[in-house]
């Protein structure tokens, strides 16, 4: 492991002004938001929506410093026969890869999930190395709602297997993201999203200390502390804000080079105003960027529906998104700035 090199790569993940796509829907995600625009999943619908984001030139070369991508994906070509990879590296962007292999149910504990995928990963990512990979993630899932849940089962075992990735890819010279997300899904509080965030990311960095991992070479994908969808007091901006805030200062050691959020079913608009709003704080030990995947592509999907005709609209909403999210990561964005696009 070349920890110099790893933590060059982590820097430009989170170069001022820049974030990342995560564009690595699975292909049951990936259908799914395709039926909601009623366009078919093929191997070909899916290889043209996303050539669309990545020849998106204004968008990939200011605001995107990476891509994550799904495995069909990595080895696609686009229709010229560019490898889509090639694509996103002439723009300036880094190649990631999403390498757990999705979620099971953990036994014993009903209603819980554990991210699966450690077997013959470390053959899989020389593969994606090779292939021009130089960062992956791996998605834990903690369900807060229902009796005892999450259960210390359900962190530890998550914990244990993100750090046991996280080394992996170090050793294979890839940075990894390390993704704990505590799902926004129920009627919980933001006070109680704040406390199992809180015991989920004290285990993760234990768990990343036992195994020995780096933190000058790896990002966090964290949550931010936010009201359940169905919660009936819905925590403001700035609330939001100063409790996530709070919470990764209380949690995140400062040699993590940088905290780039999912959006986890935020609006486009929330997810943007909460990424201002904590940059405006200031005085952070690291960078505050996105790694969104709904906040940034539910516009440019809409947008293009399928239709060659529609691919300078998509376009043109995926660089607004990506503006506005490069805006917010530098604590720039202001409301009206989306106004007079939708005017
Ligand atoms: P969302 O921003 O849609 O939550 O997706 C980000 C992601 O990569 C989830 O694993």
């Not at 991210?115 to 990963?121: A, F, N, P, Q």
């Not at 993590?256 to 609006?267: E, K, N, R, T, W």
């Not at 906040?295 to 809409?302: C, E, F, R, T, V």
Request: glycine share 8%; proline share 4%; aromatic share 6%.
């Amino acid at each position: 492991m070349n920890l110099a090199d790893l933590n060059k790569v982590a820097q430009a993940m989170v170069a001022p002004g820049k974030g990342i796509l995560a564009a690595d829907e699975s292909s049951g995600t990936i259908k799914k938001r395709f039926d909601a625009i009623k366009v078919e999943s093929t191997e070909d619908s899916r290889r043209d929506y996303r050539e669309m984001m990545f020849r998106s030139k204004d968008a990939m070369t200011k605001y995107i410093s990476g891509v994550i991508l799904y495995d069909e994906t990595i080895w696609q070509k686009a229709k010229d026969g560019t490898p889509l990879v090639k694509i996103i590296e002439q723009a300036g962007a880094i190649p990631g890869i999403k390498v757990d292999e999705g979620t099971q149910a953990l036994p014993g504990c009903p209603g819980e999930l554990v991210t699966v995928g450690l077997d013959k990963l470390a053959e899989r990512l020389k593969k994606y190395y090779d292939q021009g990979a130089r960062f992956a993630k791996w998605r834990a899932v903690i369900d807060i709602n229902g009796n005892g849940i999450p259960s210390m089962t359900a962190i530890n075992v998550n914990a244990h297997a993100l750090a046991r990735y996280a080394a992996l890819c170090q050793a294979a010279q890839i940075v990894p993201i390390v993704e704990p997300e505590v799902l926004m899904d129920g009627d919980h509080d933001i006070d109680r999203c704040y406390d199992v965030t809180t015991r989920v990311l004290n285990k993760t960095f234990q768990e990343l200390r036992v195994q020995r991992v780096a933190l000058e070479g790896m990002i966090l994908k964290p949550n931010m502390a936010i009201s359940g969808k169905k919660c009936a007091k819905q925590a403001s901006v700035e609330e939001v804000a100063e409790k996530t805030v709070r919470m990764l200062k209380s949690c995140v050691p400062a040699a993590v080079p940088g905290i780039a959020f999912l959006s986890g079913g935020q609006s486009d608009e929330e997810a943007t105003a909460h990424l201002d709003a904590m940059n405006r704080i200031g005085n952070l030990p690291w960078k505050l960027t996105f790694s969104y995947g709904r906040a940034l592509q539910a516009a440019p999907q809409k947008a293009w529906s399928g239709k060659a005709d529609n691919v300078p609209a998509g376009q043109q909403a995926f660089t607004h998104r990506a503006q506005m999210n490069s805006l917010a990561s530098k604590g720039e964005w202001k409301a009206d700035l989306e106004k007079k696009k939708a005017a």
